[in-house]
Nanobody, 119 residues
Framework: QVHLVESGGGLVQTGGSLKLSCAAS????????MGWYRQAPGKQRELVVD??????NYADSVKGRFTISRDNAKNTMYLQMNNLKPEDTAVYYC??????????????WGQGTQVTVSS
């Protein structure tokens, strides 16, 4: 089992910045991919960015504005969000997926953190 806890959401004006954190605990050794998803009201959950090894995959809508990073010593993943827009308003979820050591490739989710960008 992997437990994920997000923090850092809040209310910010257009053009502002926020940094989200995702603290992971448990069987972290079984995880080979982590990332951030978001879900806006009335919309499906969508990928923001994920990272596996040294490779990252950003949604086109956030390229150049958002940056994912990891601190392996702290078992924490971050999402730096700059130049925020009202359309970035959503609940942001931390995600992790099991790899070779997890034959079921289990998906783990955090509880979500609200990001609201005012115009």
């Amino acid at each position: 089992q992997v437990h994920l806890v997000e923090s850092g959401g809040g209310l910010v004006q257009t053009g502002g910045s926020l940094k989200l954190s995702c603290a992971a605990s448990g069987s972290i050794f079984s995880v080979n991919l982590m990332g951030w998803y978001r879900q806006a009201p009335g919309k499906q959950r969508e990928l923001v960015v994920d990272i596996s090894g040294g490779s990252t995959n950003y949604a086109d809508s956030v390229k150049g504005r958002f940056t994912i990073s990891r601190d392996n010593a702290k078992n924490t993943m971050y999402l730096q969000m700059n130049n925020l827009k009202p359309e970035d308003t959503a609940v942001y979820y931390c995600h992790a997926r099991g790899g070779i050591l997890d034959p079921k490739m289990t998906n783990y989710w955090g509880q979500g953190t609200q990001v609201t960008v005012s115009s």
